[in-house]
């Protein structure tokens, strides 16, 4: 059973950096696609960005470009999510969430971790 444990919320200041990590297991190929996404105070969740199991074939939200970035941590079954200077509507829960196939399937992500709180203020 494909298992994602979410962690590395926290709380920092507008500029900061911040990486938060995602551990999957139980994945039964290699082709599944995990995407970022975040939901904010009386906000919709919303896709933040995803790649597959490996890193790789990575896609971003308009709103992150350029200052978040998903990368495997080699050898480990952990992706990250980089997030470089941090601004204050870059608060939400964060989630990593998995779906068969590639950034294109139409797959439903089926498979979700808990969230883990991120906080941007002064």
């Known amino acids: 059973q494909v298992r994602l444990e979410v962690s590395g919320g926290a709380t920092v200041r507008p500029g900061a950096s911040l990486t938060l990590s995602c551990q999957g297991s139980g994945f039964v190929s290699n082709r599944y696609y995990v995407g970022w996404f975040r939901q904010g105070p009386g906000s919709e969740r919303e896709f933040v960005g995803g790649?597959?199991?490996?890193?790789?074939?990575?896609k971003y939200a308009d709103s992150v470009k350029g200052r978040f970035a998903i990368s495997r941590v080699n050898n480990r079954n952990i992706l990250e999510l980089q997030m470089n200077n941090l601004r204050i509507d870059d608060t939400a829960v964060y989630f990593c969430a998995a779906k068969r196939g590639t950034i294109d399937s139409q797959d439903d992500y089926r498979y979700w971790g808990q969230g883990t709180q991120v906080t941007v203020h002064e």
């Open positions: 790649s597959n199991l490996v890193g790789a074939d990575t």
